[in-house]
């Protein structure tokens, strides 16, 4: 069993930044692969950026790539997702997900554990 935590969501303005932090516990952290996913009103849940557990591979969706970064801190349990540039099509409802088998896709429905989600929203 895995227990993932998000912070660090909030309201803030387009072009400034946010780090979003997941804390996990339970089972041996630098196993699992793990990603940030969003949902926004009427839309389905995306991958935003996933890093894999077995070599650390970074995947990221092409509307965040060069603005997000996601890392990881194996000693901590915890993997972050600075996001800088925001834009208001950025505001959703973000989770943190791992999984012991997630592949080269960062899908949904590549990850068993979900955090109750953080919600981030971006003001013109």
């Known amino acids: 069993q895995v227990q993932l935590v998000e912070s660090g969501g909030g309201l803030v303005q387009a072009g400034v930044s946010l780090r979003l932090s997941c804390a996990a516990s339970?089972?041996?952290?630098?196993?699992?692969?793990m990603g940030w996913f969003r949902q926004a009103p009427g839309k389905e849940r995306e991958g935003v950026s996933c890093?894999?557990?077995?070599?650390?591979?970074?995947l990221y969706a092409d509307s965040v790539k060069g603005r997000f970064t996601i890392s990881r801190d194996n000693a901590k349990n915890t993997v972050d997702l600075h996001m800088s540039s925001l834009k208001p099509e950025d505001t959703a409802i973000y989770y943190c997900?791992?999984?012991?088998?997630?592949?080269?896709?960062?899908?949904?429905?590549?990850?068993?554990?979900w955090g109750q989600g953080t919600q981030v929203t971006v003001s013109s």
């Open positions: 997900a791992a999984d012991a088998g997630a592949t080269w896709y960062c899908s949904p429905q590549e990850y068993y554990y």
């Open positions: 890093i894999l557990g077995d070599d650390g591979t970074t």
């Open positions: 339970g089972r041996t952290f630098s196993d699992y692969s």
